[in-house]
């Protein structure tokens, strides 16, 4: 069975809630459907605004914050990730690899140091989550701090001749500030986040304070034997028709380690090809896959890194491939904007004092009530920003 780009566009688009706002109650489940990346800092507070009716900053900061019914840790790609705080087994715990699946790709980097002491990852991440205990009765104001004191921690259990190496300066840019130890916790703390060991706190002005889970929740995470099962059809709803490739880019593990979680859900699985090419859908999507309407707005400004636009298929979403890296960047990301799910074009925003100038780029030719859409969005988000909107510039079409 084929299935066309239009088709799976739709159907993304209503799975990821983007077909029509949730109402304020939906929070949870817009935040859940595959969890809201959090990098940039604020990228998931633009990604909610489109999602959820009335968004305000203070409604999602109280489910943050007062609530805690949200709950932002290092989950897949060991990316900055918020969710639902009962869904916490399926966002930490089902990333947590069995022996011989690793290793992740944030931990690539890691090799250097390990090279210069002479050490390997099984040896350092058991003194990590050693150290990680700490945080059970405190909070660690920034990131950097966190490094340092973890790092310091460890050093006592370090064999004696390794001290020397590990309070060296860090290779890594930074030996001024930094030693070889703080640059190689990082690397350790994604999967200590994993055993819910560490997360984020409240914020503290424009600084991140860390706690354990425990802490923050005041309850350790509960026990939820699917967890894996559903962190797979997770993925499978937002983003089939898909692959174990796919699915392996979008965790960030070892495809052995994706392979396993996707054999979990292989009997809920049909195929279907995609330009040609296998690829495989919850079977109880099927029917939806192949007759999404067509969403009830079709234009839609989606801020950099939304989880719509973490996809490896970018074809699906945008068929000329030479623009590909106008959206998909390094750094920098772009907001884009939507058409029936489909991108046809970029926008980019400067904050001047309390203004908000934004710079639209269409790939494509839009009409004027189009135009006119797209900056009315521009406004209320701005507003929700609490900002007031500046100067609104269209670029030539590319």
Known sequence: ???????????????HHLDQKCPPEGLLAATGACGVQNSPPGAWETALFQ???GCTLDMLYDALYGQKSLLQAWSFRGAPVIFPSEESPVF???????PGEEPWIYTQGIGLALDWLGMTFDQLLPLAKRAAACLESRAIQTKE????????QIVPWLPEEKRPLWNAPSMYGRPDR???????????????AFSSLVVFGQRSGIHPTFTSYARWLGHPPAAMPQAEQILARKFLHCYGPATPQAFASWLGCTPRQAKRLWNGVAPELTAVTVAGKPCWVLRQDLDALQNTPPPAQSL???GPHDPYLDVRDRAVLLPQAQLHKQVWKTVANPGVILREGEIVGIWKSKKAKDRLDVTFQPFQPLSGAEIGLAEQQARQWTAFQGLRPGNFTWSPTL
């Open 92 to 98: 930490l715990t089902a990333l947590l690899p069995q």
């Open 300 to 302: 839609l400004l989606l």
């Open 178 to 192: 930094q030693t070889v130890g703080g640059a190689v916790v990082p690397f350790l703390l994604r999967p200590c």
């Open 145 to 152: 701090a966190l490094d340092q004191t973890l790092a310091d």
């Open 51 to 53: 999602r959820v009716e």
């Open 1 to 15: 069975m084929e299935i066309r780009p239009e088709q799976i566009r739709r159907f993304r688009l209503a799975a």
